[in-house]
């Protein structure tokens, strides 16, 4: 087996294995108001991290080992694994990420120096079509890059695993004696001490997230201002207020009838100018 395939194998598994419980805490750093991805919510998730990922890698290692290989790792071995693991991990991680963050500056300079060329020299390209050229053109090597470092990652996970494989045990019997071996792999010997303790576990969690929570949940911002409404609103009634419309229109008809009684003929406005007569011209003496 290639040692990128084989660190694969046992990277995977040995991730979800671990990651649920890795969420629960975090769940209840952020009850507490501490964030688990920066300063003190994060050194405490990675340091409470570091048991689960012994058992999760010591466990998903030695079923990858014993169902791939046919093999029986000594005991201990997710420590001393791990512990390899995590130091070539310092080493390499980091200068992926310098890597991968070079390959995109670069690419992205490129990208929008062969664009501006292009505009210039040849035609305009539309929106649309620019972003998705720009895209492809800065994430197609970039992609092929951070696939290529995960590879290599992969590499060295699986090269320092063959170091287990070599130093382990041959396994030799029929197809069910390997699947009871599986199987007690992960099925504990003493299942009620197990649900016990599960169950104990589950209890203190719970005890945890509840005594965790603020007391006023939810409450208010601090900025929200609180505002007194001593008059209880009055509560709208279709019916009411069609009889009162009904009323003001009555009285407002009636008005208008007695306003009409009085003057029939209606007055002229006082803007109104009546035709001044014109006076004939006086015969001048002879």
């Excluded at 990675?46 to 466990?59: K, T």
């Excluded at 020299?121 to 090597?141: R, Y």
């Excluded at 009620?192 to 007391?215: H, K, Q, R, Y």
Aim: aromatic share 10%; charged share 20%.
């Amino acid at each position: 087996m290639s040692n990128v395939k084989l660190g694969l194998l046992v990277f995977w598994p040995t991730f979800w294995t671990g990651f649920p419980i890795k969420m629960v805490i975090a769940f209840l750093l952020l009850t507490a108001h501490i964030h688990p991805w920066e300063g003190t919510g994060l050194a405490a998730l990675l340091l409470l991290s570091i048991p689960i990922d012994i058992w999760a890698l010591g466990l998903c290692a030695r079923t990858v080992l014993l169902e791939r290989l046919s093999v029986a790792p000594s005991k201990g071995m997710g420590l001393r694994l791990w512990a390899q693991w995590a130091v070539f991990s310092v080493v390499y991680l980091p200068m992926l990420d310098f890597v991968v963050g070079g390959t995109k500056a670069l690419a992205t300079s490129a990208t929008e120096a062969t664009i501006h060329f292009v505009e210039e020299s040849f035609m305009v390209i539309p929106v649309a079509e620019k972003i998705t050229l720009e895209l492809l053109m800065w994430t197609t090597p970039t992609t092929i890059v951070l696939i290529a470092l995960l590879a290599g990652w992969m590499f060295g996970l699986g090269t320092l695993t063959q170091r287990v494989v070599r130093a382990s045990t041959p396994v030799s019997g029929s197809f069910q004696d390997m699947v009871y071996k599986w199987d007690a792999l992960r099925i504990p010997k003493d299942q009620p001490l197990f649900l016990t303790a599960f169950t104990g576990v589950g209890v203190v969690l719970v005890v945890l997230f509840w005594g965790l929570l603020p007391v006023s949940t939810p409450h208010p911002h601090e900025d929200y201002e609180f505002i007194d409404v001593k008059k209880v609103e009055r509560k709208i009634v279709p019916k009411d207020v069609i009889k009162s419309a009904e009323k003001v229109l009555a009285r407002a008809e009636a008005t208008i009838k007695e306003l009409e009684k009085k003057n029939p003929g209606g007055d002229k406005t006082k803007d109104e100018k009546t035709p001044v007569a014109k006076e004939e011209p006086k015969p001048s003496p002879k």
